[in-house]
């Protein structure tokens, strides 16, 4: 297992950042130099601990930058281009997404359609429960990775697919289908499954015969469970102050909820090419992005595939990836055309943090500055809780006069400041905030912002 001394870090970061292979094209008019830019991705290798970085940016169909920093691998001293392949994680989710509309609109399937016509061989599955539910996580049904039985197959790089669908047939359905938002990747190892007993090919083939050749999106396909070669990043994880490589995971394992490769250039296209009706007809994309409707009138902010939680006063559309040694973030802002991709070897990095710099940056938006607004012991209390988020618990405690954020990784831990009107922010206000709802007495829900997208929870007893 190779491991990395970060007291030698710095001096490293200057090397690999001076042999980095950016593109970059200065537009007239645009906010900030390129090299400004350039240089939050160098910062963020040393601020986030990181091994190595891809990162590119798009203005319409335009690169802005397309670079490379760090290294593939800690134990050699081949260094991250722009072409070096990352695994993605749950940006996978869009392509299958983005497929199953494609399937709709050729009529082999409806978004209506009751999952279990499709797969009669999971008996758990209520007939209310439709593909749309899979779709955009309203549900129900178990995420997988709280299974104890899911993580030996994880590490099992024998286990096979037919293993999976057996774990997933068992997976009960936990509430009532479209009647709450809950994030499972159980959904969409489902629908994966469900392509492709109606098509009968693998989800993977289908994506490249439809989507990845067409468009030219040569490096995208469903990732192998060990890297190849120096074009492929080798995942990473911090243990104990020392960077070590990760173990692989089962890619047998990870089909349709995550699994699948590429490098930042080609996912930025992808993004690109979606948003502006070249993978799918507008209408269907139009479906991508409309909020989940839910049974009270609320929405949530999520789609099919896709996170639609805005920045700040910008719309946004994207999708984080976390896999056990990588960390990714991929985002459109349709006001201003503008793609920003970024991928790391690391597990557990909040890359939509630095995605966010470099769009504010780019816009010429100011850095974000908070005032901590007083909050008397009464009004602590008024939070202090346990939230049921779905997936998992969440708890608000307080510790020496501050509240806290409690979870179970992957979530965060984090001391929150409080910044009026019911809303508080974590360590790293981009990646976690809460917000809690402001009626009289103790508060009964919150929305929480972890992973670039909203969580929705309710008070437990």
Known sequence: MASFDWKVFPALVALAAGCTTPVPQDRPGSAAPVHQVDSIAVHALEAHRLPGLALTVLRGDEIVLAGGYGYVDMSRADRV????????????????????????????????????????????????????????????????????????????????????VALVRRLPVDWPPGSRWSYSNTNYTMLALLVERIMGEPYEDLLVARFFRPLGLSSLRQCASRPHGPAEAVGHVLHDGVIVAA????????????????HALDVARWTRLLATGRVLPPHLYEQMVAPALLPDGSRAAYGLGLSLVD?????????????????????????????????VHRGDVRTESIERQVVRRLLGLPQPGFREV??????????????????????????????????????????????????????????????????????????????????????KG
């Open 247 to 262: 173990a692989p995971e089962n890619m047998n394992w990870i089909r349709g909820d995550g699994g699948l490769c590429g």
């Open 311 to 343: 920045f700040e006063s910008l719309r946004r559309v994207g999708h984080n990836g976390a896999m056990r040694g990588f960390s990714a973030t991929a985002a459109y802002y349709p006001d201003s055309a503008l793609t920003v991709v970024v991928l």
């Open 374 to 459: 007083p909050l008397s012991m009464r009004e602590r209390q008024r939070y202090v809780g346990t939230y049921d988020i779905g997936v998992f618990d969440v708890h608000v405690v307080e510790r020496a006069g501050r509240l806290w954020l409690e979870m179970p990784p992957p979530g965060p831990t984090t001391p929150l400041t409080y910044l009026g009107n019911h809303a508080f922010a974590g360590r790293d206000p981009d990646a976690h905030r809460v917000t809690f709802d402001d009626r009289a007495g103790a508060a009964e829900t919150l929305r929480l912002l972890m992973g670039g997208m909203y969580w929705y929870g309710r008070r």
């Open 81 to 164: 281009r722009e072409t070096t392949v990352f695994q993605l994680g749950s940006i996978s989710k869009q392509f299958l997404a983005a497929l199953v509309l494609v399937l709709v609109d050729e009529r082999h399937l409806s978004l209506d359609d009751p999952v279990v016509r499709h797969l009669p061989d999971f008996p758990q599955l209520p007939p209310g429960l439709r593909v749309r539910h899979l779709l955009n996580h309203t549900s129900g049904v178990r995420e997988l990775f709280t299974a104890p039985e899911a993580q030996a197959g994880f590490d099992d790089l024998t286990r096979s697919r037919a293993e999976l």
